[in-house]
């Protein structure tokens, strides 16, 4: 069965400083992978997605992930983050109807 | 604007007292899903549908069951709560069509507490 894992629990970063969150799958076959982002008390929201193609995604809000298959990663990564962007970021991999979710890294913005 | 909208918002029941949850959805996706969130946790799937087929997991009490009457609604019965299951309760739908996988986009949550 496929898994996520986002190695780091609480980032924090200043305002307008690059980022980088990290997920790691484990996933036999050609992995789909999502991230989404959840605001306090919402549901969430996908900021990108890969399927095949290009390695290299392009999402909302300025989002970017590069996926390498390799080691297995998909990287989120922004080049300077607002204070709007702090809230809760999940890694998904999915299988058919089956996605399975990493456990999340919360993002604290300093100003 | 197509959406997966949950009603309540916010639910307060009481421990052992029956309780349901409401999704529905204007994207018309034939795919639709049940999630618990607890506080600081990765979403975790409870069951979904395709389109009338149900699909539990395996680790889902048998406390908890779904109904889906038709296309755009979805409810989640919990048939007596306990204090354990208070959490955020997300649903999501998606498209789906033999071989691909497409994702799903979630409402804003029912925020159940048991007291």
């Known amino acids: 069965a496929q898994s996520v894992t986002q190695p780091d629990i609480h980032i924090t970063v200043s305002e307008g400083a690059s980022l980088e969150l990290r997920c790691n799958y484990s996933?036999?076959?050609?992995?789909?992978l999502f991230w989404y982002v959840q605001s306090p008390g919402q549901g969430l929201q996908l900021l990108l997605k890969?399927?095949?193609?290009?390695?290299l995604v392009q999402g909302i809000k300025g989002f970017e992930a590069e996926f390498k298959r390799s080691q297995s990663s998909f990287n989120l990564r922004k080049p300077s983050v607002h204070w709007s962007d702090a809230a809760e970021y999940f890694c998904?991999?999915?299988?058919?109807?089956?996605?399975?979710f990493g456990a999340g890294t919360r993002l604290t913005v300093k100003p | 604007d197509a959406m997966v909208i949950q009603n309540p918002r916010y639910q307060v029941t009481q421990f052992g007292k029956p309780v349901t949850l409401s999704c529905s959805q204007t994207?018309?996706?034939?795919?639709m899903y049940w999630y618990q969130q607890k506080s600081s946790q990765a979403p975790k799937l409870l069951f979904h549908y395709y389109d009338k087929d149900f699909n539990n997991e395996a680790d889902t009490p048998d406390n908890f069951q779904s109904r889906r009457p038709n296309t755009s609604f979805c409810f989640l019965d919990i048939r007596s709560p306990g204090l354990g299951d208070a959490a955020m309760y997300l649903c999501?739908?998606?498209?789906?069509?033999?071989?691909?996988?497409?994702?799903?986009?979630f409402g804003p949550g029912t925020r159940l507490t048991v007291t």
């Open positions: 999501a739908t998606s498209r789906d069509r033999a071989g691909q996988i497409y994702e799903q986009y």
């Open positions: 996933y036999g076959a050609t992995p789909y």
């Open positions: 994207l018309n996706h034939n795919v």
């Open positions: 890969y399927f095949s193609g290009d390695t």
């Open positions: 998904a991999v999915a299988n058919n109807n089956d996605m399975r």
